[in-house]
């Protein structure tokens, strides 16, 4: 496939209107989900209940034709739910692996910190190297994978919180909030007969989405962007309010959303600008408080701000 040709970038453009048709209002952030998949990241969704967190995660997966499972997440799921399991059949005597739902293209994980923290590890090793081990064998995941994750931060009850190790792994934390009053009154008359996600139909196929992704990947960096990445996240890694500053697996992240949100600008390079952006969405989730700042109420997103705003952009 040419990418060059404008078919794939115009297919974006459908993916995005596709998606504003079913949660109004959130331009934004429909954009930053779309640069999360084209950088074949996994999301994680943060927000209070019933703001449509679910509901976009779905309307992206139909938007998509490749396979969807989505997984409720509760205090009683296991390891095996997910990544599957070795059936016996008493006819032969012989055992037949049982794929579970991590076996597919977009794994939407509902309420991710209600699950234990050991379900929550099986999900480790898919989300880093896109294969999964199962009984002492190794099983390659369908290419493109990623997570898309919610999580209700307002009831503890019941919920296990996410370890820093598992936070690492997902690209892009973001969260939706409350529509405008002119916006909600929209979705009510949107939602008067039907959800407007039934009639959603693919715009992009399979493997329109995994040369998109390699096309994300070939975007021009310079140099001296690079180093501009790199010295923000060394930023991270020496402010004395942080306990623990942005891995090394963080600053790969923030070069591949750049490089996605310069790619899904039309651009055929990445400025110091797509960095700044995505700092935002990439970083504040991978930094961890000293004990001092967490209880003197110091803001993760503060803290990237005034980092990104003290390191001297490239010209």
């Keep these: 496939m040419n990418l060059q040709d404008g078919l794939p970038r115009e ?29 074949n990241g996994s999301v994680l969704m943060d927000d209070v209940p019933g703001v449509g967190k679910t509901t976009l995660c779905k309307a992206l997966a139909s938007s998509i034709d490749a396979s969807f499972h989505r997984v409720q997440f509760t205090p009683d799921l ?67 994978f990623f997570v898309l994750a919610t999580q209700n931060p307002v009831d503890f009850h019941g919920t296990y919180p996410l370890p820093e190790a598992q936070l690492d792994r997902f690209l892009i934390h973001m969260n939706l909030g409350y529509p ?45 962007v690079a180093q501009y990445i790199v010295e923000i996240v060394g930023r991270t890694r020496a402010d004395g309010r942080l306990k623990l500053g ?31 952006r995505m700092s935002h969405f990439v970083l504040p989730h991978r930094l961890v408080l000293t004990s001092k700042s967490k209880y003197g109420s110091v803001d993760k997103e503060a803290v990237i701000a005034e980092i990104v705003a003290s390191v001297k952009a490239p010209s």
């Design 246 to 276: 942005v891995s090394p697996r963080g600053t790969l992240m923030l070069f591949r959303a750049a490089q996605a949100a310069a790619f899904l600008a039309k651009r055929d390079h990445v400025l110091p600008d797509d960095v700044q």
């Design 180 to 224: 405008s009053p002119a916006t909600e009154v929209d979705i009510l008359f949107a939602q008067a007969v039907t959800n407007p996600i039934t009639n959603l139909k693919p715009v992009l196929q399979r493997e329109e989405l995994v040369a998109l992704q390699d096309a994300v990947r070939h975007m021009y960096v310079d140099r001296s």
């Design 11 to 39: 297919k974006l453009s459908q993916l995005a209107t596709n998606l504003e048709g079913v949660i109004r209002g959130k331009h934004e952030a429909i954009e930053i989900l779309i640069i999360a998949v084209l950088a």
């Design 78 to 144: 296991l390891p095996s739910d997910i990544l599957g399991s070795s059936i016996y059949n008493p006819v032969d005597g012989t055992f037949r692996f049982r794929a579970g739902p991590i076996f597919s293209n977009v794994l939407l994980a509902d309420e991710i910190n209600r699950a234990s923290p050991r379900t929550q590890s099986a999900l480790l090793e898919a989300m880093s190297e896109s294969q999964a081990t199962i009984e002492g064998e190794r099983h390659e995941l369908p290419a493109p």
